[in-house]
Protein backbone atom coordinates (compact mmCIF):
# COMPACT_ATOMS: atom_id res chain seq x y z
CA UNK A 1 0.00 0.00 0.00
CA UNK A 2 3.06 2.58 0.90
CA UNK A 3 4.93 1.66 -2.24
CA UNK A 4 1.73 1.42 -4.42
CA UNK A 5 1.40 5.09 -3.12
CA UNK A 6 5.14 6.27 -3.88
CA UNK A 7 4.89 5.45 -7.47
CA UNK A 8 2.74 8.12 -8.63
CA UNK A 9 4.62 10.57 -6.58
CA UNK A 10 7.99 9.26 -8.36
CA UNK A 11 6.63 9.76 -11.74
CA UNK A 12 5.16 13.42 -10.86
CA UNK A 13 8.95 14.05 -10.19
CA UNK A 14 10.61 13.03 -13.36
CA UNK A 15 8.03 14.86 -15.06
CA UNK A 16 8.91 17.59 -13.46
CA UNK A 17 12.50 17.22 -14.13
CA UNK A 18 12.07 16.58 -17.81
CA UNK A 19 9.70 19.94 -17.81
CA UNK A 20 12.46 21.81 -16.27
CA UNK A 21 15.06 20.04 -18.73
CA UNK A 22 13.29 21.41 -21.33
CA UNK A 23 12.39 24.70 -20.67
CA UNK A 24 16.45 24.96 -20.27
CA UNK A 25 17.16 23.59 -23.81
CA UNK A 26 14.89 25.90 -24.92
CA UNK A 27 16.27 29.06 -23.47
CA UNK A 28 19.86 28.26 -24.22
CA UNK A 29 18.50 27.63 -28.31
CA UNK A 30 17.02 30.96 -27.73
CA UNK A 31 20.09 32.98 -26.31
CA UNK A 32 22.46 30.83 -28.96
CA UNK A 33 20.11 32.59 -31.85
CA UNK A 34 19.92 36.44 -30.37
CA UNK A 35 24.09 35.63 -29.87
CA UNK A 36 24.53 34.77 -34.11
CA UNK A 37 22.57 37.80 -34.60
CA UNK A 38 24.83 40.26 -32.65
CA UNK A 39 27.51 38.89 -34.08
CA UNK A 40 26.09 38.56 -37.87
CA UNK A 41 25.83 42.32 -37.53
CA UNK A 42 24.65 45.65 -35.40
CA UNK A 43 22.04 46.41 -37.93
CA UNK A 44 19.49 44.92 -36.56
CA UNK A 45 20.19 45.65 -32.86
CA UNK A 46 18.48 48.49 -30.84
CA UNK A 47 18.87 51.86 -31.99
CA UNK A 48 20.76 52.91 -28.69
CA UNK A 49 23.13 50.03 -29.37
CA UNK A 50 23.58 50.58 -32.59
CA UNK A 51 24.61 54.17 -31.64
CA UNK A 52 26.81 53.26 -29.20
CA UNK A 53 28.64 50.89 -31.94
CA UNK A 54 28.97 53.39 -34.49
CA UNK A 55 30.87 55.92 -32.01
CA UNK A 56 33.40 53.10 -30.83
CA UNK A 57 33.69 52.16 -34.91
CA UNK A 58 36.79 54.35 -35.74
CA UNK A 59 35.71 54.28 -39.35
CA UNK A 60 32.12 55.57 -38.72
CA UNK A 61 31.38 58.78 -40.55
CA UNK A 62 29.64 61.65 -38.39
CA UNK A 63 27.00 63.93 -39.94
CA UNK A 64 29.68 66.61 -39.74
CA UNK A 65 32.33 64.63 -41.82
CA UNK A 66 29.45 63.43 -43.98
CA UNK A 67 28.46 66.64 -45.37
CA UNK A 68 32.56 67.56 -45.98
CA UNK A 69 32.22 64.14 -47.79
CA UNK A 70 29.29 64.67 -50.18
CA UNK A 71 30.43 67.92 -51.09
CA UNK A 72 34.14 66.82 -52.49
CA UNK A 73 34.36 70.14 -54.77
CA UNK A 74 33.78 72.45 -52.69
CA UNK A 75 37.56 73.23 -51.59
CA UNK A 76 37.01 76.77 -51.14
CA UNK A 77 34.73 76.38 -48.06
CA UNK A 78 36.16 73.06 -46.70
CA UNK A 79 37.93 75.26 -43.69
CA UNK A 80 35.19 76.67 -42.54
CA UNK A 81 33.73 73.01 -40.75
CA UNK A 82 36.67 72.65 -38.66
CA UNK A 83 35.92 76.09 -37.47
CA UNK A 84 33.86 76.85 -34.23
CA UNK A 85 30.47 78.10 -34.70
CA UNK A 86 31.43 81.96 -34.67
CA UNK A 87 34.20 81.59 -36.97
CA UNK A 88 32.24 79.38 -39.58
CA UNK A 89 29.71 82.29 -39.50
CA UNK A 90 31.99 84.88 -40.19
CA UNK A 91 33.56 82.91 -42.81
CA UNK A 92 30.29 82.18 -44.54
CA UNK A 93 29.97 85.84 -44.63
CA UNK A 94 32.88 86.85 -46.02
CA UNK A 95 32.67 84.28 -48.49
CA UNK A 96 29.11 86.54 -49.42
CA UNK A 97 31.35 89.19 -49.69
CA UNK A 98 34.48 88.93 -52.15
CA UNK A 99 34.78 92.47 -52.64
CA UNK A 100 35.46 93.02 -48.96
CA UNK A 101 38.51 90.60 -49.00
CA UNK A 102 40.02 92.37 -52.26
CA UNK A 103 39.24 95.99 -50.42
CA UNK A 104 41.38 94.53 -47.43
CA UNK A 105 44.28 93.25 -49.18
CA UNK A 106 44.67 96.30 -51.63
CA UNK A 107 44.64 98.39 -48.92
CA UNK A 108 47.19 96.06 -46.91
CA UNK A 109 49.51 95.99 -49.35
CA UNK A 110 49.31 99.38 -50.07
CA UNK A 111 49.66 101.01 -46.43
CA UNK A 112 52.39 98.65 -45.83
CA UNK A 113 54.42 100.25 -49.39
CA UNK A 114 53.49 103.52 -47.97
CA UNK A 115 54.93 103.03 -44.58
CA UNK A 116 57.61 101.95 -46.13
CA UNK A 117 58.80 104.71 -48.31
CA UNK A 118 57.29 107.49 -45.54
CA UNK A 119 60.21 106.78 -43.14
CA UNK A 120 62.97 108.48 -46.23
CA UNK A 121 63.65 111.76 -45.21
CA UNK A 122 62.40 113.31 -48.95
CA UNK A 123 59.04 111.03 -48.65
CA UNK A 124 56.43 113.14 -50.33
CA UNK A 125 53.58 111.95 -47.91
CA UNK A 126 52.70 110.25 -44.99
CA UNK A 127 49.44 107.96 -44.05
CA UNK A 128 48.10 106.77 -40.79
CA UNK A 129 45.38 105.37 -39.74
CA UNK A 130 41.85 106.60 -38.15
CA UNK A 131 41.55 105.09 -35.22
CA UNK A 132 43.02 101.83 -35.75
CA UNK A 133 40.45 101.97 -39.23
CA UNK A 134 41.73 100.57 -42.19
CA UNK A 135 39.54 101.94 -44.35
CA UNK A 136 39.76 105.23 -42.99
CA UNK A 137 43.50 107.30 -43.31
CA UNK A 138 45.04 110.61 -43.02
CA UNK A 139 47.70 111.65 -45.54
CA UNK A 140 49.74 114.30 -45.06
CA UNK A 141 51.06 116.01 -47.95
CA UNK A 142 54.45 117.51 -46.93
CA UNK A 143 56.01 118.46 -50.44
CA UNK A 144 54.21 120.72 -53.24
CA UNK A 145 55.58 122.80 -56.32
CA UNK A 146 58.08 124.88 -53.78
CA UNK A 147 58.27 127.68 -56.49
CA UNK A 148 53.86 127.72 -55.74
CA UNK A 149 52.39 130.67 -54.14
CA UNK A 150 50.59 127.80 -52.00
CA UNK A 151 54.10 126.58 -50.62
CA UNK A 152 54.90 130.18 -49.69
CA UNK A 153 51.84 130.66 -48.29
CA UNK A 154 52.77 127.56 -46.79
CA UNK A 155 56.15 128.43 -45.37
CA UNK A 156 55.23 131.52 -44.46
CA UNK A 157 52.41 130.52 -41.68
CA UNK A 158 54.72 127.81 -40.82
CA UNK A 159 52.49 125.07 -42.09
CA UNK A 160 54.32 121.66 -42.04
CA UNK A 161 51.52 120.06 -44.25
CA UNK A 162 48.72 119.29 -45.57
CA UNK A 163 46.11 117.07 -43.81
CA UNK A 164 43.68 115.06 -45.99
CA UNK A 165 41.23 112.49 -44.79
CA UNK A 166 40.11 109.86 -47.06
CA UNK A 167 37.59 107.19 -46.96
CA UNK A 168 37.42 103.91 -48.80
CA UNK A 169 34.27 102.57 -49.83
CA UNK A 170 33.16 98.59 -49.27
CA UNK A 171 33.65 98.71 -52.89
CA UNK A 172 37.06 100.01 -53.55
CA UNK A 173 38.92 99.68 -55.09
CA UNK A 174 36.20 99.00 -58.16
CA UNK A 175 35.29 102.47 -56.55
CA UNK A 176 36.99 105.61 -55.87
CA UNK A 177 37.92 106.90 -52.17
CA UNK A 178 36.26 110.01 -50.94
CA UNK A 179 38.92 112.00 -49.63
CA UNK A 180 39.04 115.72 -48.31
CA UNK A 181 41.14 118.61 -46.96
CA UNK A 182 40.75 118.85 -43.18
CA UNK A 183 43.51 121.41 -42.78
CA UNK A 184 44.99 124.25 -43.73
CA UNK A 185 41.73 125.84 -45.15
CA UNK A 186 42.30 126.77 -49.17
CA UNK A 187 40.97 128.86 -51.00
CA UNK A 188 40.81 127.98 -55.05
CA UNK A 189 42.98 124.93 -56.04
CA UNK A 190 39.71 122.91 -56.67
CA UNK A 191 39.17 122.54 -53.13
CA UNK A 192 35.71 122.81 -52.49
CA UNK A 193 33.14 123.77 -49.46
CA UNK A 194 34.10 121.38 -46.32
CA UNK A 195 37.39 120.80 -48.26
CA UNK A 196 35.86 118.33 -51.23
CA UNK A 197 38.50 118.07 -53.50
CA UNK A 198 37.36 119.02 -57.38
CA UNK A 199 39.14 116.58 -59.32
CA UNK A 200 37.77 113.68 -62.28
CA UNK A 201 40.22 111.00 -61.02
CA UNK A 202 38.00 110.63 -57.98
CA UNK A 203 35.10 110.20 -59.13
CA UNK A 204 32.93 106.90 -60.66
CA UNK A 205 33.75 108.32 -64.10
CA UNK A 206 37.35 109.05 -64.08
CA UNK A 207 38.23 106.45 -61.71
CA UNK A 208 40.05 102.93 -62.57
CA UNK A 209 40.85 100.31 -60.45
CA UNK A 210 44.59 100.24 -61.20
CA UNK A 211 45.14 103.64 -59.71
CA UNK A 212 47.05 103.50 -56.00
CA UNK A 213 46.83 105.99 -53.56
CA UNK A 214 50.24 107.06 -54.22
CA UNK A 215 49.01 108.40 -57.88
CA UNK A 216 45.57 110.10 -56.29
CA UNK A 217 47.98 111.98 -53.58
CA UNK A 218 50.62 113.12 -56.40
CA UNK A 219 47.43 114.12 -58.69
CA UNK A 220 45.72 116.25 -56.39
CA UNK A 221 49.71 117.77 -55.44
CA UNK A 222 50.17 118.82 -59.26
CA UNK A 223 46.07 119.73 -59.33
CA UNK A 224 46.23 121.92 -56.45
CA UNK A 225 49.12 123.90 -57.64
CA UNK A 226 47.21 124.01 -61.05
CA UNK A 227 44.36 125.49 -59.63
CA UNK A 228 45.82 128.25 -58.04
CA UNK A 229 45.33 127.21 -54.33
CA UNK A 230 46.09 129.59 -51.73
CA UNK A 231 46.00 129.34 -47.96
CA UNK A 232 43.11 131.12 -46.65
CA UNK A 233 43.70 134.39 -44.24
CA UNK A 234 40.07 134.99 -43.14
CA UNK A 235 38.09 131.78 -43.64
CA UNK A 236 34.65 132.32 -44.49
CA UNK A 237 33.28 131.41 -40.79
CA UNK A 238 29.60 131.30 -41.60
CA UNK A 239 30.00 128.32 -43.44
CA UNK A 240 30.33 124.94 -42.46
CA UNK A 241 33.53 123.16 -42.72
CA UNK A 242 33.18 118.89 -42.20
CA UNK A 243 33.07 116.07 -43.99
CA UNK A 244 29.19 116.78 -44.07
CA UNK A 245 29.32 119.16 -45.84
CA UNK A 246 32.07 118.42 -48.15
CA UNK A 247 30.21 115.41 -49.15
CA UNK A 248 27.42 117.67 -49.99
CA UNK A 249 29.23 119.44 -52.18
CA UNK A 250 31.54 116.74 -53.92
CA UNK A 251 27.61 115.04 -54.83
CA UNK A 252 26.61 118.29 -56.17
CA UNK A 253 30.16 118.52 -58.55
CA UNK A 254 29.70 115.14 -59.88
CA UNK A 255 25.99 115.48 -61.08
CA UNK A 256 26.92 119.20 -62.36
CA UNK A 257 30.20 117.26 -64.48
CA UNK A 258 28.09 114.15 -65.45
CA UNK A 259 26.19 116.85 -67.18
CA UNK A 260 27.73 118.89 -68.76
CA UNK A 261 31.41 117.13 -68.77
CA UNK A 262 34.68 117.70 -67.50
CA UNK A 263 36.00 120.18 -70.39
CA UNK A 264 36.70 123.39 -68.36
CA UNK A 265 35.93 126.56 -70.09
CA UNK A 266 38.27 129.63 -70.93
CA UNK A 267 38.31 132.51 -68.00
CA UNK A 268 36.82 134.47 -70.15
CA UNK A 269 33.51 132.78 -70.50
CA UNK A 270 33.59 132.75 -66.82
Known amino acids: MGES??????????????????????????????????????????????LLSRHHRPDAVTPSE???QENPGTSHTGNCFFKTKKSTENCSQSMGMPERGVRLRRLMKELAEIQRIQHKHDSTFSAE????????????LHKIDPESELAADMRELEIPHILLHVIFPENFPFAPPFMRVISPRIE??????????????????????A????????????SIVKGQGRVARKPKMNKEF?????????????????????????????
Open 211 to 222: YTIEAVITQFAA
Open 188 to 209: KGFVMEGGAICMELLTPRGWAS
Open 129 to 140: LVNDNLFEWHVR
Open 5 to 50: EGLPEKKMTTRSKEKVVAAFRKLFRSSEKITDQDGAGTSTSSPSRR
Open 242 to 270: NRRSAEESFRSLVKTHEKYGWVTPPLAEG
Open 66 to 68: STL
